[in-house]
């Protein structure tokens, strides 16, 4: 699916409110998710993917190939330089083995993931913005019927340019039919934050407790959480105080 059908934001958004800084910023009006990690426990399976490449090419593994990969839309062209091989394969045998993991419930959505996404859901519209690939992402939206929260998806083939890149937020934005500046990101990877943070979404960051944002990535994000249940708490807040008549000044 080009994603699902856009919804335009409903009436009662307000058009300003004020950030933690206090600085002026625009009525919120879209929630985009990132999926691996932020409503999946999918990262952990993904790793043991590519590490396994990485093992069967003879490369060793290290937190800093993880670091290259975790959350980045290029990551099977780095695994291709450093293991060796054609990224596009690398790719396809990793969706498989992915795919697989999702049938035998080795991927789970996160604690706290639902109730993210269905209070978004409940507010506003809400799109998917995801590095992992289209035919992964689709047995997800399946298998845990995200859909029923979803008014639009951004997939990775669908950009020239991959997270840390701006382009699939900006899509995402494009979708819901908002500016950017209206929509509210929730990453948990260094490079999401950086690629929300430059199509101009504001960030909610859930911090990758196993790969965790480099503190100079973590720092762009206008709002923090370090579990999914603050996450549910810092967004009822964001979203609710924006629907009030005048919003915030």
């Known amino acids: 699916m080009e994603g699902v059908r856009p919804t335009a934001p409903g009436p009662n958004v307000a058009t300003a409110m004020t950030g933690l800084s206090g600085e ?75 795919v697989v993991a999702l049938a035998e419930g080795r991927v789970e959505p996160l604690d706290g993931a639902l109730e993210l996404i269905a209070t978004a859901a409940d507010r506003v519209p809400v799109a998917l913005a995801s590095a992992a690939p289209r035919r992964f992402v689709d047995a997800a939206v399946a298998a845990f019927e995200l859909g029923r929260f979803l008014q639009a998806i ?9 997270k840390p890149a701006p382009d699939i937020y900006l899509r995402a934005a494009r979708r819901l039919q908002l500016p950017p500046g209206r929509c509210v990101a929730v990453e948990d990877s260094g490079s999401g934050i950086l690629a929300a943070y430059r199509a101009g979404l504001q ?12 503190p100079e990535a973590l720092q762009l994000a206008a709002h923090r959480a370090d579990t999914g249940s603050v996450a549910v708490k810092i967004l009822i807040d964001l ?4 629907a009030e008549p005048g919003g915030l000044t």
Do not use: K
């Open 24 to 98: 002026v910023l625009p009525g919120i009006g879209g929630v985009v998710f990132d999926l691996d990690d932020t409503l999946l426990a999918s990262g952990p399976v993904w790793v043991e993917c590519w590490r396994e490449h990485c093992e069967r090419a003879g490369r060793p593994w290290s937190p800093e190939v993880a670091s290259r990969c975790v959350g980045s839309g290029q990551w099977s062209e780095h695994l291709a330089d450093w293991c060796g091989g054609d990224a596009a394969q690398l790719e396809a045998s990793c969706t498989d083995y992915m």
């Open 154 to 162: 951004a997939y990775a083939d669908e950009v020239t340019h991959g």
């Open 203 to 214: 960030v909610l960051a859930v911090p990758n407790r196993a790969h965790p944002p480099a």
């Open 239 to 242: 979203l609710d105080r924006t």
